[in-house]
Nanobody
Framework: QVQLVDSGGGLVQAGGSLRLSCAAS????????VGWFRQAPGKEREFVAG????????YYADSVKGRFTISRDNAKNTVYLQMDSLKPEDTAVYYC????????????????WGQGTQVTVSS
């Protein structure tokens, strides 16, 4: 069993930055894929970024490429999502997720989910 706690959300003006954190505990997740998803009001949850805990190139949705950076700190069992140049359309609840699936963008690849953290970007 893996527990994920995501944090770091808040209210920021357009063009600003936030860093989200996803702290993992429980069963070792060194072989897992970790991803960030988001869900805006009235919309489906969508993939944002993913990374393999063991390493390799991260993967991003086109809508955030060049603005968001996903990274991990193995010693702290924490994955981060640095969000720069934020836009009002980035407003959503952001969720981290972990699982053993191969395809980053598929929600079915993830068995464990955080509780979500709200990000609001004002214009």
């Amino acid at each position: 069993q893996v527990q994920l706690v995501d944090s770091g959300g808040g209210l920021v003006q357009a063009g600003g930055s936030l860093r989200l954190s996803c702290a993992a505990s429980g069963r070792a997740i060194s072989t897992y894929t970790v991803g960030w998803f988001r869900q805006a009001p009235g919309k489906e949850r969508e993939f944002v970024a993913g990374i393999r805990w063991s390493g390799g190139m991260p993967y991003y949705a086109d809508s955030v490429k060049g603005r968001f950076t996903i990274s991990r700190d193995n010693a702290k069992n924490t994955v981060y999502l640095q969000m720069d140049s934020l836009k009002p359309e980035d407003t959503a609840v952001y969720y981290c997720a972990a699982g053993s699936g191969y395809y980053y963008e598929r929600q079915s690849a993830y068995a464990y989910w955080g509780q979500g953290t709200q990000v609001t970007v004002s214009s």
